[in-house]
């Protein structure tokens, strides 16, 4: 038996979004590939608890980072991203290797060269303590190549592999279901009434088809499409993530505003169009998805084309089976 500590979000509710929570689960999918006898704790990535960690260091043989933002703009001291990784620090020097894995960067468009991103990151004190933990670390496998080229610059190295989300439905045993439904995943990427009129107007042409509802991860979302639209009776809040990917595994058509909504769709046969407005739609690449600028949108009219699961597009697991296995599993 080996024992995985998992850094993620140990809540499910209103304001806890569960996008995080199925990276996690589709880690979890692909680690017992590879170690079958692999036990998962979870330890909280939002907040400092020195009995969950005091437990680690007697027990953890392996601690994991499954989907963190790891290179941002800014230098945000919040604990997700500076008390953590004093904690994986602290973990490494105590001899529990580390496993950095499906990470990104969360870069605002408009868009700027790879190059220019990397030089801008990479002066942030932030970036520089992050990248001397993965530096240290038994594996890095971040899941855009933006991510990895921020690495590679500071001479750490790195597999780009498609993100774990999308096998979540494959840990629940959630399979693609007869498709009754459209959706919009929400997501309020501008304040603006503006991008909530061009929701709505999608989901009225698409309802033509089947009918449509406008799915929030969170209450924040809720809070603000209902804020403009109180009377419709398509907008709801799902939080938990069992019940997310059973909505989607019923859905045809999705426009999707969050990732964790657009990738766990994507592998349970949903048609796909994503609406970006950050780097984090790098993901996308390593299912050949595409994606759709927001301002795209105003006029409310469904994107032209949306992508389809296909044998180009699906993604293969083996790549991070093999090498958590050669370069976690077997030095433990």
Same mark, same amino acid.
């Given at each position: ?5 998992? @850094? ?34 979870? @330890? ?172 929030? !991860? ?44 657009? @990738? ?10 994503? @609406? ?14 595409? !994606?759709?600028?927001?301002? $795209? ?6 994107? $032209? ?28």
């Amino acid at each position: 038996m080996h024992v995985y500590y998992l @850094i993620c979000p140990n809540s499910i509710g209103l304001n806890y979004n569960p996008g995080v929570s199925l990276i996690s689960y589709g880690c979890r999918y692909l680690i017992k590939q590879a170690d079958p006898e692999a036990v998962f704790v979870p @330890i909280s990535n939002i907040s400092y608890s020195a009995a969950e960690w005091d437990l680690l260091y007697k027990q953890a043989d392996c601690l994991v980072l499954p989907g963190g933002s790891l290179y941002d703009p800014g230098d945000v001291s919040v604990y997700w991203n500076s008390g953590v990784w004093q904690h994986i620090k602290s973990a490494q020097d105590n001899g529990i290797p580390f496993a950095d894995v499906f990470g990104y960067t969360s870069y605002p468009f408009p868009k700027l060269s790879v190059d220019t991103v990397t030089a801008l990151v990479l002066k942030q004190s932030r970036t520089r303590r992050i990248l001397a933990e993965q530096a240290r670390a038994a594996l890095f496998t971040p899941r855009d190549f933006l991510t990895a080229h921020i690495a590679a610059k500071a001479g750490v190295s790195a597999a780009v592999l498609p993100c774990s989300s999308f096998w979540s439905p494959a840990f629940f045993g959630i399979k693609p279901a007869t498709r009754v439904y459209n959706a919009i995943s929400v997501f309020p990427i501008t304040k603006d009434k503006w991008f909530a009129d061009a929701l709505m107007g999608i989901a009225g042409e698409l309802s033509k088809e089947l009918p449509t509802w406008l799915i929030c !991860h969170t209450a924040p979302e809720y809070k603000w499409l209902t804020s403009f639209y109180p009377d419709a009776a398509n907008i709801r809040c799902i939080f938990d993530p069992f019940s997310l990917l059973d909505f989607y595994s019923k859905v045809d058509k999705i426009v999707a505003c969050r990732l964790h909504a657009a @990738i766990p769709a994507f592998a349970l046969g949903c048609r796909l169009s994503y @609406i970006s407005f950050d780097s984090r739609s790098f993901a996308l690449d390593q299912f050949h998805v595409g !994606h759709i600028l927001y301002t $795209d949108i105003a006029g409310g009219q469904p994107p $032209d084309y949306f992508y389809s699961l296909s044998k180009a597009s699906l993604p293969d697991p083996a790549p991070f089976i093999a090498l958590f296995k050669t370069e976690v599993v077997s030095k433990l």
